[in-house]
């Protein structure tokens, strides 16, 4: 409901889809987790840009989580 009033593109949805990636990722739902990553990133370039420090550092997070994939379940050429 959120999406559909607020906008993919509004801070606070940002977060929300930084929060949904991250408790996917703690299930180990990963396709889920993967794409919530993706768009709180690109969202959060949208509204503060990419030097913010919670961009970047949502950015590092990323990168953990497709490492930490690609050791546990040994999934190889995943796309960034």
Known sequence: IAF??????DIQ???CLKALADL?????D?????????QAIAAFITN??????VT???QETY??????????RQWKGWAT
Do not use: T
């Open 4 to 9: 559909k009033y607020i906008g993919w593109n």
């Open 13 to 15: 949805i940002a977060h």
């Open 24 to 28: 996917h990722s703690r299930m180990d």
């Open 30 to 38: 990963f396709g889920c987790a993967k794409n919530y990553y993706k």
């Open 48 to 53: 503060v840009g990419k030097e913010d420090p």
């Open 56 to 58: 970047v550092a949502l």
């Open 63 to 72: 990168a953990q989580f497709l490492e930490r994939v690609k050791q546990e």
